[in-house]
């Protein structure tokens, strides 16, 4: 049987390495192993809107590629945990409240122009880059000081629909469409 790639719609950032300094930082000052830890890459940090039916992939390629948005500076400054800290299984980092607000305003530009086509795409984006998944045993964790010691801005200014290729050492993504931003 032959996997179906994922395919999602994502905002595309550029500060990558310095992500992946903090990600290597908070897994150091929190002590974790990283053998319970499932990394990702930083080829593959940015922000997802939310997967997409394959069988609807030209007809959303077409409506993205007529998404218009403007461009904007974000700034991180949050690191946090999927379901919670007290119960952690994914670690992100995450936005100020401004720059999340711009950042779900353009979210809305580009879920508008898909709202006839009956996708299923998540009520409320919280929009965050994942930085790691704990594989094992979730974990309690302190993450809210983490982010006092940096300022890190960044700028969103091209929205993508990607495939990602599943590969023995993680995903691959590949961009089908890129709509670069004003």
Not at 93 to 120: P, W, Y
Request: proline share 2%; charged share 25%; net charge neutral.
């Amino acid at each position: 049987m032959v996997a179906v790639p994922r395919v999602f719609i994502a905002a595309d950032i550029y500060k990558k390495n310095e992500i992946q300094r903090i990600q290597q930082e908070l897994i150091t000052s929190l002590g974790l192993d990283r053998k319970n830890l499932k990394l990702v890459g930083q080829e593959n940090f940015h922000f997802t809107f939310g997967e997409i039916n394959n069988s609807m992939l030209d007809t959303i390629v077409t409506k993205i590629s007529e998404v218009d948005f403007q461009s904007f500076e974000i700034k991180y400054d949050m690191i946090g945990a999927f379901p919670n800290n007290t119960c952690a299984k994914v670690i992100w980092i995450g936005l100020d409240e401004e720059t999340k607000s711009a950042f779900n305003q353009m979210a809305q530009i580009v879920l508008s122009n898909l709202a006839d086509l009956d996708i299923k795409i998540e009520k409320e984006i919280i929009p965050h880059i994942t930085l790691f998944r704990i594989r094992r045993v979730a974990l309690n964790l302190n993450l809210h000081n983490f982010m006092s010691n940096y300022t890190l801005i960044d700028k969103i200014d091209t929205i993508s629909v990607k495939k990602s290729a599943t590969t023995t050492e993680g995903p691959v993504y590949e961009n089908i469409i890129t709509v670069k931003g004003k």
